[in-house]
């Protein structure tokens, strides 16, 4: 097989580097051209961007929003126009189902297969290959698709014959994600008021039933006062808002949602938008006179 990744952030960096690792000659792009150097020198392809998008068995589209996947695959320099017949492109933003189903559509007509194929684990796991991918479309396009899948992920969820339920599945994971990373925060600060650190915090409840795989990911974020970003703020704000998009057009309640939409909203307001989206601590210590570690 011979794979084009498109976007090469903490994400796709790691999953074109699975991919290189799977033994698939793989060609890194991305609108910054240092890291395309910096995919090159980790063993990715050599082959000119024209020659690669033509020889393309898959394209693997590793970008923020469905705005982006648009101009990657259709716009003025997009690439579907230069993939093969029968390439499968397989597109993992979060992006609404209908979004899904309209580029399916799309790309069908060009002769292209899509996979619609949000991801989940984070980018340490997206660079071991281990990442849960939630996947739907035609069975053509799972058959096409599947060396690089088995090369990125750990977990491969075949959800529909068709696209769309893949990118359900991802809204609801994102509902429970920014959820959980705003009630987190929202617990760690509310443990300053009781005089309790942040790391004791993070130690205890990591071990008792109220914890969650996002507390204990991101919490020891806010122990170390290390805001680096591994998932940004402007992410949630960004994912939030589709399910509250989604929600409102399917006339569901979504008031969790919309309350964690608005702390990663302020959070964005305050400057904070492109730190790691732990950094939503910083509004509820703000709003409390906090002093969270390392503003000391």
């Not at 071991?128 to 088995?150: C, K, N, T, V, Y």
């Not at 977990?155 to 609801?172: C, H, N, R, W, Y």
């Not at 705003?182 to 309790?196: D, L, R």
């Amino acid at each position: 097989m011979n794979a084009v990744i498109v976007g090469l952030g903490s994400m796709g960096f790691g999953m074109g580097l699975s991919l290189l690792k799977g033994g698939i000659e793989t060609l890194g792009v991305d609108i910054s051209k240092e890291r395309e150097a910096a995919f090159r020198e980790q063993g990715g392809s050599q082959t000119p961007r024209e020659e690669a998008l033509a020889s393309a068995d898959a394209a693997v589209v590793v970008v923020v929003n469905a705005a982006q996947s648009d101009s990657v695959l259709f716009g003025e320099d997009g690439i579907a126009a230069r993939l093969k017949p029968g390439a499968v492109v397989i597109n993992s933003p979060t992006v609404s189902p209908a979004y899904a189903r309209e580029t399916e559509a799309r790309l069908a007509e060009m002769g292209l297969l899509y996979l619609d194929a949000p991801i989940s684990g984070g980018s340490v796991k997206a660079a071991q290959g281990q990442l849960s991918i939630m996947a739907s479309g035609r069975p053509e396009a799972f058959a096409a698709a599947r060396p690089a899948l088995d090369a990125m992920a750990e977990t491969v969820f075949e959800l529909g014959d068709a696209a769309g339920p893949g990118s359900a599945m991802k809204v609801i994971n994102q509902l429970l994600a920014g959820v959980h990373i705003a009630a987190a925060a929202e617990a760690i600060t509310f443990g300053m008021t009781q005089g309790v650190v942040p790391a004791k915090t993070v130690e205890v409840i990591s071990k008792c039933a109220g914890s969650s795989w996002m507390f204990e990911n991101r919490g020891p974020h806010i122990a170390a006062g290390d805001y680096t970003p591994h998932s940004a703020v402007e992410i949630f704000v960004k994912d939030l808002g589709i399910v509250s998009d989604i929600a409102r057009t399917a006339r569901f309640s979504a008031p969790l949602t919309a309350a964690a939409l608005q702390q990663f909203l302020a959070a964005a307001g305050a400057g904070h938008g492109r730190e790691d989206d732990a950094a939503v601590a910083k509004i509820y210590a703000r709003n409390a006179g906090l002093t969270l570690p390392g503003e000391e």
